[in-house]
C-alpha cells in the first residue's frame, strides 16, 4: 500500500510500524517513537539495532550522549496518578508526626490539584523526569538516506 511517499520513506514507515505492531496507516512521518508509538527502553535499544540492520545506518552518534537526550531512564514515574498518591503519602505521614492530620487537609487538596494538573512536568519532580527530544519516522528516514544519525539535539540544558 503506497500513501505517496517516496519508496525510502515507505520502506521506514513499513518497517516501523512491523516493529511496533501497529498498522501502517496508524502512523505518519510526523508520528514520534515515544510519545505515540510507545517506544521505551530495551524495546527503543532492539528497535534501533534493528533499524541500523535493516537500512545499514550507523547509529554510533545516537547510542552515545545523545541516547538520554530521546529516551529517558527505564524507569520514570507513571504520571499524574502515582506522582499524586506520593505527594499525599509524603504529606500524610509529615502532618500526622507533626501532630493532626485534619488541620492539613487543605494543603492534600492543594497538592493533591497541583500535582494532578501538572504530573511529572511540575517543578520539582521536572528534575527527575528531564524533558526529552522526540524522534519523529522523519527522523529515521533522515538517518536511513544520510546512512548515519543526523537529528541534532536540541534540549535545555544540554
Same mark, same amino acid.
Given at each position: 500500500?503506497?500513501?505517496?511517499?517516496? +519508496?525510502?520513506?515507505?520502506?521506514?514507515?513499513? $518497517?516501523? !510500524?512491523?516493529?511496533?505492531?501497529?498498522?501502517?496507516?496508524?502512523?505518519?512521518?510526523?508520528?514520534?517513537?515515544?510519545?505515540?508509538?510507545?517506544? %521505551?527502553?530495551?524495546? !527503543?535499544?532492539?528497535? $534501533?539495532?534493528?533499524?541500523?540492520?535493516?537500512?545499514?545506518?550507523?547509529?554510533?552518534?545516537?547510542?552515545?550522549?545523545?541516547?538520554?537526550? %530521546? $529516551?529517558? +531512564?527505564?524507569?520514570? &514515574?507513571? #504520571? &499524574? *496518578?502515582?506522582?499524586?498518591?506520593?505527594?499525599?503519602?509524603?504529606? $500524610?505521614?509529615?502532618?500526622?508526626?507533626?501532630?493532626?492530620?485534619?488541620?492539613? @487537609?487543605?494543603?492534600?487538596?492543594?497538592?493533591?490539584?497541583?500535582?494532578?494538573?501538572?504530573?511529572?512536568?511540575?517543578? &520539582?519532580?521536572?528534575?527527575?523526569? *528531564?524533558? @526529552?527530544? +522526540?524522534? @519523529?519516522?522523519?527522523?529515521?528516514?533522515? !538517518? !536511513?538516506?544520510?546512512?548515519?544519525?543526523?537529528? +541534532?539535539? %536540541?534540549?535545555? #540544558?544540554?
Amino acid at each position: 500500500m503506497s500513501f505517496g511517499y517516496d +519508496p525510502l520513506a515507505e520502506r521506514v514507515l513499513a $518497517f516501523t !510500524a512491523q516493529q511496533r505492531g501497529v498498522a501502517v496507516e496508524k502512523i505518519d512521518l510526523l508520528s514520534r517513537l515515544v510519545e505515540d508509538l510507545g517506544l %521505551h527502553g530495551d524495546d !527503543a535499544i532492539e528497535f $534501533f539495532d534493528a533499524f541500523s540492520r535493516e537500512f545499514d545506518v550507523n547509529l554510533d552518534a545516537l547510542h552515545g550522549k545523545r541516547w538520554k537526550h %530521546h $529516551f529517558g +531512564p527505564e524507569a520514570q &514515574p507513571a #504520571g &499524574p *496518578p502515582l506522582v499524586a498518591i506520593f505527594v499525599l503519602l509524603t504529606l $500524610f505521614v509529615t502532618a500526622s508526626i507533626i501532630g493532626g492530620y485534619l488541620g492539613w @487537609t487543605w494543603l492534600w487538596f492543594l497538592a493533591f490539584v497541583a500535582t494532578w494538573l501538572f504530573g511529572s512536568k511540575a517543578w &520539582p519532580l521536572r528534575l527527575l523526569v *528531564p524533558d @526529552t527530544v +522526540p524522534i @519523529t519516522v522523519q527522523d529515521l528516514v533522515d !538517518a !536511513a538516506a544520510a546512512g548515519r544519525w543526523v537529528k +541534532p539535539v %536540541h534540549s535545555r #540544558g544540554s
